[in-house]
């Protein structure tokens, strides 16, 4: 299974990005799939992550601002980014977890949100 991430970039504060992350390989249905990023110097954190179903679940830090969605046919999940601030400056990473198979990590994509 690959993850593959597309929709970095370089955006100025207040402005937005879309980031989407498609899998691929032989998949196996996977129950959460999700964004983290990890800033220079910072641990990996939760951004935000999406099940199978439909529940959503934010970084206090992001909530009201970021959308996720996810669309299971395709087995892609999106990250709708707006008002962004300078410290969204990070390289984002797609999680997706299976029952059956374990964790899976895209390669990352790198947001940079300028002042």
């Known amino acids: 299974v690959q993850l593959v991430e597309s929709g970095g970039g370089l955006v100025q504060a207040g402005g937005s990005l879309r980031l989407s992350c498609t899998a691929s390989g032989i998949i196996f249905s996977f129950n959460s799939m999700g964004w983290y990023r990890q800033a220079p110097g910072k641990q990996r954190e939760l951004v935000a992550t999406?099940?199978?179903?439909?529940?959503?679940n934010y970084a206090d830090s992001v909530k009201g601002r970021f959308t996720i969605s996810r669309d299971n046919a395709e087995n892609t999940v999106y990250v709708q980014m707006n008002r962004l601030r300078p410290e969204d400056t990070a390289v984002y990473y797609c999680?997706?977890?299976?029952?059956?198979?374990?964790?899976?990590w895209g390669q990352g994509t790198q947001v940079t949100v300028s002042s």
């Open positions: 999680h997706a977890q299976s029952t059956i198979t374990g964790d899976y």
């Open positions: 999406i099940t199978r179903g439909g529940s959503t």
